[in-house]
């Protein structure tokens, strides 16, 4: 009877914390069930990022190295830190090392946000980050400045608590510089505004931050994720800080000086940005309808903000200062520095949060519009895939089925024989394909005589000689010691003719004696060697 009544009493808590949370796990059964209908396939983007990413945390899974830095950044000689590999390693290793594993991890940390966003900040907010057609973007592909949203939201969360509660403040402060440093393992062209952006909030809320305990503490948090990065500089003779050093005292020549062009550009690429973070977007309707419904929206939504004044509300005008903070400094920063439309992935936490704190002081049946249209046009966004989207994608050059399928083409038109196979690309380097060549030779699949983007090309990819030996080791059957009977040629259509000829020019065959069209973007040509 007692453990009858026991059971009784916890099925009752689990009730009680549903009901309480029933809208919460909503949001998340929907990220989770919307995201899984979009990838359960294997339709992802699979390029140049990706390739050279999953090459990585492959030889740290196969050669059981652990890595000291990240992927490269666009300061030559600058890497970022290597928690991006750490973050996807155990979906790899869980995956069997396929590419779409990786989304997961990125899927998995959107759901962390929904949580967080509701939980501790804005339960509309959540909804917007479940809904809006940005966060279906970054949550169906992976790319390492994906993190930075979950990275601002954190540090938006702990300003919140140091200003609701300054008992825990050097836990806080320990805290926020331990997620600051963080952001430079993801995109340091965005985590370098972190100390400014955190400076400008502290100083108008009036928060103590110049204790010396403070700032040790706040010091500590920073150095500790940095660690591994400084070990490697260390061992490889200041390499990072004389390349941070060369960029600020040569600026590179492709980091465009204030103007009014660069100020225009920049607002115009942000703003598309912001508007896709936060409007609800319905696939498969005319462009025009969907604008219209959004300025509809968006218009309702500015006249009672405006009739209402809203911004007399203390929850709103925290939110309006932590947009100015959070989005109004990097846009000034990036007058002067490098900018790309990657950088603004942290930005955009600040503007849901925002933007939900606008949209919960408007009139009820404007709120249920919003909510409405959201949640249509998140399936409307599902419901494209499938009809429309799927099928293009599952033939474009950039995604991952059809560079499987002509590998497969490949070892099919072989017939067994050794083979040597090259790649053109628009990014030059074929990280893409060497990582597929790669992960069906550990499963037992023969490798190519070479692999390449150009034959006896000098080796621009570091794992691979490290991950050829331990397979090789593993299981030497994969090896093709013969001389190639067969050459085959990956062709992805081209962003510039020039340089497909000119990679033309650098292959040596004797005839191309068949070619085959995989599809519009991709084409396979078969050769016999010279």
């Known amino acids: 009877m007692k453990s009858a009544s026991q059971m009784k009493k916890y099925l009752s808590q689990i009730t009680l914390h549903i009901k309480e949370h029933y809208i919460l796990l909503a949001i998340i059964f929907f990220v989770f069930f919307s995201r899984l ?9 699979f390029s140049f990022d990706h390739g050279k990413d999953s090459l990585a945390i492959l030889h740290m899974a196969v050669t059981k190295t652990p890595s000291l830095i990240g992927p490269w950044t666009s300061i030559p000689g600058l890497f970022f830190g290597p ?35 509701y939980r501790y900040v804005s339960k509309w907010g959540a909804l917007i980050l ?20 979950l990275i601002s939201l954190l540090l938006i969360i702990i300003l919140k608590k140091l200003r609701q509660n300054s008992s825990n403040s050097v836990k806080l402060f320990f805290w926020l510089g331990f997620v600051v440093s963080l952001g430079f393992h993801f995109s340091s062209a965005f985590a370098f505004f972190y100390p400014f952006i955190i400076l400008f909030i502290l100083v108008v809320w009036k928060i103590k931050f110049w204790s010396i305990k403070l700032i040790l503490v706040t010091i500590l948090g920073f ?94 005008r925290e939110a309006l200062l932590i947009l100015i903070g959070f989005v109004g400094i990097p846009l000034i920063g990036f007058q002067f520095l490098h900018f790309n439309i990657w950088y603004l992935v ?33 399936i409307s966004y599902v419901i494209n895939f499938h009809a429309v989207d799927k099928f293009i994608h599952a033939q474009n050059r950039a995604f991952l089925p059809i560079k499987i399928e002509a590998i497969n083409a490949i070892r099919e038109a072989a017939e067994g024989k ?17 990582y597929l060549y790669l992960t069906d030779a550990i499963k037992g699949k023969r490798l190519p005589v070479e692999f390449a983007y150009e034959p006896n090309v000098a080796p621009y990819i570091t794992q691979k000689s490290d991950l050829l030996q331990m397979i090789i080791d593993q ?4 090896a093709s010691d013969e001389e190639p009977e067969l050459i085959f040629y990956i062709v992805e259509e081209p962003q510039n003719s020039e340089f497909l000829e000119q990679w033309w020019d650098k292959q040596r065959y004797s005839e191309i004696i068949d070619e085959i069209e995989l599809s519009k973007s991709v084409r396979l040509f078969v050769a016999l060697p010279e």
């Open 37 to 45: 209908l979009l990838i359960y396939e294997g339709i992802i983007p």
């Open 223 to 316: 150095v500790l994720p940095f660690l591994p990065q400084i070990a490697f500089d260390f061992r490889h003779n200041l390499v990072q800080t004389d390349a941070v050093i060369n960029y600020f005292l040569s600026p590179p020549e492709t980091t465009t000086p204030a103007s009014i062009a660069k100020l225009i550009s920049v607002f115009t690429n942000t703003w598309g940005e912001v508007l896709l973070a936060f409007l609800p977007e319905i696939r498969g309707l005319p462009s025009v309808i969907t604008a219209y419904v959004q300025l509809l929206l968006g218009g309702a939504t500015a006249i009672f903000a405006i009739k209402s004044r809203v911004w007399r509300d203390e929850k709103v």
């Open 418 to 434: 050794p083979f040597s196979s090259y790649h053109y690309v628009s990014d030059i380097y074929d990280f893409s394909y060497q």
């Open 83 to 117: 928690g991006w590999y750490y973050l996807l390693l155990p979906f790899y290793l869980i995956g069997g090392s396929n590419p779409v594993v990786a989304v997961w991890a990125v899927i998995i940390l959107l759901l962390v946000q929904v949580y967080l966003m």
């Open 475 to 478: 299981n030497p059957n994969v």
């Open 130 to 149: 479940a809904t809006a057609p940005y966060w279906f973007t970054i949550s169906t592909s992976a790319w390492n400045p994906f993190p930075m949203s």
């Open 346 to 378: 942290g930005m955009m936490p600040a503007v849901v949060y925002f933007v939900a704190e606008i949209i919960k002081q408007l009139p009820k049946w404007l709120r249920i519009s919003w909510a409405s249209l959201l949640i249509v046009g998140a």
